[in-house]
Every structure is written in structure tokens, then in C-alpha cells.
């Protein structure tokens, strides 16, 4: 692991915690109390001073994800990325990506005009150190924080006028009966304007969320939202099996029997005709759920799967300082609105260090370099492995005990490691070319199975 006084470039994550509505399979951290925007982003931008020195390397990538970001509108936007610039080094950013719904850009929140600025595709540092921040866009901005609901007509421009180089759309499905039982507000004829608004717009990388496993989907239904969804020539498509979460509708409606998502044989026919389809579109599938046009894999997302520092900011928000500390901001909106972020912390174990490596590590097509792997190896018995103190960066934090500080296997030996490698490569579920371990086809759909296998777990 890279020794934490030179850490590689750093990432921000911005929580933006508002939806139009709730989707019903949806856990996430959000409201549909939408008209907090600006008061909202006057809190994250006091965060942000408050916790500016956390990043000791330049920003290469930020991600506005949620919840959904495009709530927000053009303004709200400008006057965040504004405050980043200020209070970051964004010098060396390649990536600004932002998540959107698609009928944002259908019903004036984000009003699209033609482009006024050159192509997004190509990587490249967005921020020179000596432009002053206020000049660092495109487009006059006003100083005010008008309300989501009505941008002024500073911003009529919209997202073609900001640095936001990725734009991250919710489609899930091109089939109308299923968005509607999903209770999204968009149908496909909203997926395809928007996507056709935002390429006359200039914007050149675009990433579409698809979900698998829907109640009612079927083998067929999915290879149609396969097809239109590659008919709109995105750059990138990431593709989620759906997953029935405690404490949603969805959870609720299965439980009652009103609805039944797909069984896991048709869940692993549905990824594998995905891999299969767009492989064939030329897309490279980097990572178990992520698959890009060459030159276009998410880069923010990629530094999740290595030892890199990201700041997260928002409540619900993660951080990592690149070594052993995470730490996450307390969901809890009213009180982040008044200025009492509270946080809680762990410390990572060298047992969470190397499972983490296995966790992450496959799921990529680099895959896990085997004498990392082995060098990982808890030395002394894991549940007496030294642990570095928290260091509190707000004045409510806590510290919690992960989950492997209490028991843990006694077999983390290195024989235990080769004899389970040895039978999954047997299995044809890994391979080892150039001392890297990947999944193979069939390991990708064991995968669980596979990460699970060689992990060190409690008891
Ligand atoms: S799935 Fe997305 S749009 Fe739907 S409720 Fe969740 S965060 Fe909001």
C-alpha cells in the first residue's frame, strides 16, 4: 500500500440528496423536499472550508451523484463548482461527473441550447492554477442562488456552459410498463430526447444505468433495453442487478406476493447476454457492473478500487484517506442544514485491507496482482491486529469497531490461500496470466461466490 504522506490524486464526492420522487425498490439517502436547494448548497460549501485541508493532493476527479444532482438545476450547480475551485486544487481534474434523470432536461430544469463549447470527450486538465476561480466557466454567473424550481436566464445555457464532463443518466429500462411499475417518472421516449438534446449540446460522454431482474422483465424485454439503449451510441453503460432492499416498497410488494423479481437463473442469463451484446457493441467490460468505449471508463469510480484519498461531502457521504481511516457523514439532512455534521470513523484492520484488495480487486478486468494478495496476508492473528487511532475531524465523532477487530478465521495462511486459488483456477471460475487473477466468464457469474471463497471472514 502506498505510504500515506504521497498518496496519488484525490477524489471528491458530492451527495446531492433530493429526488422528484421515490423510486420503489430505492434505499438511498434522499428527500423529496426539494426546495431546500440553496440552502443546501450553502451548507456543503461551508463543509468544503471546513474540511479543505483534508485533500493533500490535487483533485482528479469529482462525481455529483445521489439522489439526484440535476434536482439541483444549472445555478445551484455553478455555485458549487465554484466553491470546489476555491477551496480545492482542481489544477490536474480530468473528470466532472454528474448524475441526471432523464426528464430533468425534458422539463425546463435543465433548459439545453446549442453548443458553445468545444468537445468533452478528451480528458484533460479543466482548471489552470492561475485563472481566477470566478472565470474558471464558461458562462455568466450570477452571484445569487436563484431556486431550483426557476433558473434565471444567466444559466439558459445550461450544462453545455459548466466544466461537467460526464453526464451519468437513470435509465433502467427502455420498456414503459417497467419504469412505471419501478415508479420512475421518465418513459424511453424521455430517455431518447434527452439523450438527443445532450449531444446536440455538445456533450460527448454519456454513461446509462440499466437494471436486470425487474418484476415482469424478461429475457426478451432485456435484450429490447439492451438494443435501444445501444442505439443511442452512449460512451459508457453500467448495468445493476436489481436487489430488494429492507425497508422499501419493493421489499414490501415482494413480501406480500403483488411482485416477484426475476429468479437467479434468469438474472445470470440477463448479465450474460449483456456481457455477450455489448462486447459485440465494442464496449471493454472494466469492471463487474461498468462497460465503456475505449478511452471512456469512469475514472472517479475507477479510484474507488485502489488505495486512493476522496473526500466525500453531504450527508451520507463517504471519505477515505487513502490508507487505513474511512469515515461517513451521518444521513441526517435537518441537522447538516443547520451546521451540525456529525461523523463516524473506523479504522481499517490489515485483515479489511486484504479483504477489501479481493473485494475490489476482482470485480475489475485488471483483476488482483497475486504477490500484493500474498504480502496482504494478516501476519499475526487478525483479531489482534494493531489498529491506528481515529483522528476526529468534527466535534461529533465517533469511532466504531470494524467488523473483523472481534474473531476471525485462523486458516490466513499462505497454504490456505494457494490450495483455494488452485481450485478455483481448477474450476475455471479464476485465471492467473502474468501473476494478475481474474474472474473468468463462468467466474463472473459466481462471482460472489468466488470473492467470498477467498476472504477471510469472522465467525
Ligand atoms: S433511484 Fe435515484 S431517482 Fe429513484 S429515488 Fe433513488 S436516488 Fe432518487
Redesign the pocket.
Known sequence: MAAPSSPPLSGIYIHIPF?????I????Y?TTLRNQGPQYVAALVNEMEERKAFLRDPVRTIYLG???PSQLGPSNIVTLLRALATHFDLSRCEEITM?A?PEDFIDGTWPLSSPSQPSMAAPSPLFAPSVPAAAKFGCQASPSQPSMAAPSPPYAGGLECLPITRLSL?V?SMVDSELSL????HNAAHVREAVQRLSEAGIRNISLDLMYGLPTQTLQSWEYSIDEVLKLHPQHISAYNLSVEEGTPLNKRVAKGELTPCDDDTCLQMAALLRQKLKAAGFEHYEISNYALPGYHSRHNSSYWTPTPYLGLGPGAHSYDGDRRRSWNLPDLNHYLKGVRQEESETLTDLDLYNERIMLGLRTAQGLDLHDLESLLPKTNPATSSQTAAQPTSSQTTTQPTSSQTTAQPNSSLTTLHTTLHSLIDRNLLQLHNNRLTLTEPGLSLADEVIRSLMILPD
Not at 19 to 23: K, Y
Not at 25 to 28: E, K, N
Open positions: 429526488c422528484a420522487s421515490r423510486c425498490y430505492c434505499d438511498f434522499s445521489g439522489g439526484t448524475e434523470n437513470g433502467q419501478l415508479h420512475r417518472r
